[in-house]
């Protein structure tokens, strides 16, 4: 069974660090794209950042560049996101997902979504 | 700075038939945004409908239809159930590999 699974979220203060884990199971993880997806309480979907299969492409949302790192281990299946710098704002559910080739329009899609690892930065 | 928009909230009676939209601040959304559509029930995570405008994902009911209608993407649920009561996100693919959502529907089945 494809599985996703978040972990490493909790409760930091403002200005700190905090590094996110999503472990890998049930697939090739070194075959697929990844992408981080946030939630704030009460409110839609956010795209955070997305990392090609090696490990070497990535993009950022604009509020989170400089400050987020996304980066995988393909040998540990496990995709990280290392958050810096963090603020009242970044209080949010993280979602790691995984995104799948659709030949027909050479283009990377999510496909199965993790649980979720809840971030609340508060004084 | 690019907005993606949805309508907060709709309503649908069993059975019928709803279209939710997916519009875009800058301009008409076409299919070279990608548009997709996610269902989230509350506390869960999300799950994939539609990929690449009209794709279903593995597992999707045909009730279950994605388009693009006059400037907007579109996802159609025909023969609505009780259980299709959810929040519905539509994400579309701004190119540089960068993805934006909208804020949401939030879907009631009454």
């Known amino acids: 069974e494809v599985q996703l699974a978040e972990s490493g979220g909790g409760l930091v203060q403002p200005g700190t660090s905090l590094r996110l884990s999503c472990a890998a199971s049930?697939?090739?993880?070194?075959?697929?794209?990844m992408h981080w997806v946030r939630q704030a309480p009460g409110k839609g979907l956010v795209w955070v950042s997305r990392?090609?299969?090696?490990?070497?492409?990535?993009a950022y949302a604009d509020s989170v560049k400089g400050r987020f790192i996304i980066s995988r281990d393909n040998a540990k299946n496990t995709l990280y996101l290392q958050m810096n710098s963090l603020r009242a704002e970044d209080t949010a559910v993280y979602y790691c997902?995984?995104?799948?080739?659709?030949?027909?329009?050479?283009?990377?899609?999510?496909?199965?979504w993790g649980k979720g690892t809840t971030v609340t930065v508060s004084s | 700075q690019t907005v993606v928009t949805q309508e907060p909230s709709f309503s649908v009676s069993p059975g019928g038939t709803v279209t939710l939209t997916c519009g875009l601040s800058?301009?008409?959304?076409?299919?070279?945004?990608?548009p997709s559509w996610y269902q989230q029930t509350p506390g869960q995570a999300p799950r994939t409908l539609i990929y690449?405008?009209?794709t279903r994902s593995s597992g999707v009911p045909d009730r279950f239809s994605g388009s693009i209608l006059g400037n907007k993407a579109a996802l159609t649920i025909t023969g609505a159930q009780a259980d299709d009561e959810s929040d519905y996100h539509c994400?579309?693919?701004?190119?540089?590999?960068?993805?934006?959502f909208g804020g949401g529907t939030k879907l009631t089945v009454l």
């Open positions: 997902a995984r995104a799948s080739y659709d030949y027909t329009d050479n283009y990377h899609y999510i496909d199965v």
């Open positions: 049930g697939f090739t993880f070194s075959n697929y794209w």
């Open positions: 990392l090609n299969s090696d490990g070497i492409n990535t």
């Open positions: 800058s301009g008409p959304v076409s299919s070279n945004y990608y």
């Open positions: 690449s405008t009209n």
């Open positions: 994400v579309l693919y701004m190119g540089s590999g960068i993805w934006v």
